[in-house]
């Protein structure tokens, strides 16, 4: 987080712990308003890269599990990068600003996988660059999103991952309601008064609590190399493309799709306790094996936490899961909304 956007929001009311923006004041009135209010909310727990130069679209391609040949210059899209065994390193929200590719992902693995990028350019002509010095990333969501971005005089894309650029950014829409902009730094904080004009800003946990209600897994250091794709759901949400050549891990990816082998799941959990990515999930029954594991958790507006958690098949049914935490947190495991 650039040092003066984090002032900014220090002064506007901001609580920012460890570089994460916890609250403005009251997180659990932020936490109520977000079901039904238009917030605005910082995200310092994303981070961006940048992949530039001649060769930065078939670099992409040959290394991530998503067609980036044809993702076109006014759309976004998920993808991932997985090792030679097909476990995700990272995930990412991709998409272009003019001739370059940007990279959305979890902050705590950025300085890593711009390294690891890094070893694989050899001889092509590819720049990766941290842009997290100078650019910043606020989410808006709520009914009136997108008349409030109009009214500061910013693009709304019209369909799911459509991006639209302006002088100092790029707006992404992120599903009916919600939007993620990239906004130069030095901008940041006049964009920001615009658009809390007429929207609650909240805190970080807020935001994840809606990428949770929508089903957007983030892979984290926490879980970085814990996954193949389909455990998460990423070929639902258009994370893999089985029709592009190959990527690392690509034949076991392939693999997982075709003869159906996956035996863990993506679900949704709860508990009362704290949740955080990266938890082990118990059973009685098979005390000495994890039978699941979060990958991204918030803290719920109705008290306690809930999380999107992969999570062994057999075990699902099981009413007596627990976290593997000293409190042994009881947890209650749901369909995802999607699959209802």
Not at 63 to 83: E, K, M
Not at 90 to 118: G, M, N, V, W
Not at 190 to 207: C, I
Not at 260 to 280: D, Q, Y
Request: charged share 20%; glycine share 6%.
């Amino acid at each position: 987080m650039n040092a003066n956007w984090q002032e900014f929001l220090e002064l506007s009311g901001a609580r920012i712990e460890n570089g994460k923006v916890q609250d403005f004041g009251d997180i659990a009135s932020e936490l109520s308003a977000v079901r039904n209010a238009t917030i605005i909310s910082p995200l310092p727990h994303l981070g961006i890269i940048e992949c530039a130069g001649d060769d930065a679209k078939i670099f992409l391609h040959n290394q991530l599990s998503s067609d980036v040949n044809h993702l076109a210059s006014d759309a976004a899209q998920h993808a991932a990068w997985c090792t030679a065994k097909g476990r995700m390193l990272a995930t990412f929200l991709l998409y272009r600003k003019e001739s370059a590719y940007r990279l959305i992902l979890s902050a705590d693995l950025l300085a890593t996988i711009q390294k690891r990028f890094q070893m694989f350019v050899l001889r092509s002509k590819v720049t990766i660059a941290d842009l997290c010095s100078n650019h910043e990333l606020i989410g808006l969501s709520g009914p009136q999103a997108e008349a409030i971005l109009q009214n500061a005089g910013l693009p709304a894309p019209a369909k799911l991952l459509d991006t639209a650029g302006f002088t100092d950014g790029t707006v992404i829409r992120l599903d009916p309601t919600r939007f993620a902009i990239d906004v130069s730094s030095a901008a940041a904080s006049v964009l920001w008064k615009k658009l809390a004009e007429n929207s609650r800003p909240v805190g970080t946990p807020a935001w994840q609590w809606l990428d949770i209600q929508a089903e957007i897994p983030l892979i984290t250091a926490a879980t970085s190399e814990e996954f193949v794709p389909q455990m998460i759901n990423f070929d639902k949400i258009g994370g893999i493309s089985f029709h592009k050549g190959c990527y690392p891990g690509q034949e076991i990816v392939a693999r997982t799709q075709y003869l159906g082998k996956v035996k863990r799941h993506l679900r949704h959990i709860k508990a009362a306790g704290t949740i955080s990515a990266g938890m082990i999930i118990l059973s009685p029954q098979s005390p000495e094996h994890p039978c699941g594991m979060v990958v991204n958790a918030a803290p719920a507006p109705d008290g306690g936490f809930v999380a999107l958690a992969v999570i062994q098949e057999s075990f699902v049914e099981a009413r007596n899961l627990t976290l593997a935490t000293p409190e042994a947190s009881a947890v209650s495991v749901e369909p995802l909304i999607s699959e209802v």
